[in-house]
């Protein structure tokens, strides 16, 4: 029988840590195609819902009963941690509802407009120029690759 004053485990704590990551696990699954992928952020936020749930019965019990439940530094400790990805999942969750939809960008395959930029000698270069077969080549270029860079330098 186990001594009176040695005290329980609160595993609350620990329990929302579980459901946290798994939170997150979620998010991450999105990106790999699974099955069902629109329930993904759902069940992301269910997951940090019951996170928070646990995470708030384990600290009302570490500081409301410290003498019953020992290890009251551990658990709001794993507390505050879980919290991170709980919060982030959250955060992930609200901050894509305000992106817009992306039924007006390009699908592939689809032909891209016209347009013209500066090349590295800052000559302007339009795509038709590119796309074209010039006197030196005997066939056009299939492809042009571009690539954005972030900045001014």
């Known amino acids: 029988m186990p001594d009176a004053n040695q005290g329980r485990s609160n595993t609350a704590p620990w329990w929302g840590l579980l459901f946290a990551l798994a939170s997150v696990g979620c998010n991450a699954a999105f990106f790999i195609n699974a099955p069902l992928q629109g329930m993904v952020p759902w069940l992301s936020l269910l997951f940090a819902a019951v996170a928070l749930v646990f995470l708030v019965m384990g600290l009302r019990l570490a500081i409301v009963h410290p003498k019953v439940y020992r290890r009251r530094v551990l658990s709001i400790i794993v507390a505050v941690i879980a919290l991170l990805p709980a919060g982030l999942t959250v955060f992930a969750f609200v901050g894509t509802r305000k992106l817009p939809n992306a039924d007006a ?49």
Do not use: H
């Open 105 to 153: 960008a390009p699908q592939v395959g689809q032909k891209v407009p016209d347009f013209t930029l500066a090349d590295t000698s800052g000559k302007p270069v339009s795509l038709d120029q590119l796309l074209a077969a010039s006197t030196t080549q005997a066939q056009a270029p299939k492809a042009v690759l571009l690539i954005f860079y972030r900045g001014y330098w």
